[in-house]
């Protein structure tokens, strides 16, 4: 596995922390399954949208 370094403000580390220790997970274990929660819920391909034409007023 490759490691990887993020910045997240202080309030959301304490709120990771606290999910991590309430459901005796690591960081990076809270981490991956979001990650892969986000993924699966949101990799449905967005529609390509062209404009043909801009009138300004």
Same mark, same amino acid.
């Given at each position: 596995? &490759?490691? $990887? /370094?993020?910045?997240?403000?202080? !309030? *959301?580390?304490?709120? *990771? %922390? /606290? @999910? +991590? @220790? &309430?459901?005796?997970? /690591?960081? /990076? %274990? $809270?981490?991956? *399954? +979001?990650?892969?929660? @986000? *993924? +699966?819920? !949101?990799?449905? =391909?967005? =529609?390509?949208?062209?404009? &043909? &034409? $801009? +009138?300004?007023?």
């Amino acid at each position: 596995m &490759r490691i $990887v /370094s993020i910045k997240i403000p202080e !309030n *959301l580390l304490e709120e *990771l %922390d /606290s @999910y +991590a @220790y &309430r459901n005796n997970m /690591s960081r /990076s %274990d $809270v981490i991956r *399954l +979001a990650i892969k929660t @986000y *993924l +699966a819920n !949101n990799n449905t =391909p967005k =529609p390509k949208i062209k404009i &043909r &034409r $801009v +009138a300004l007023f």
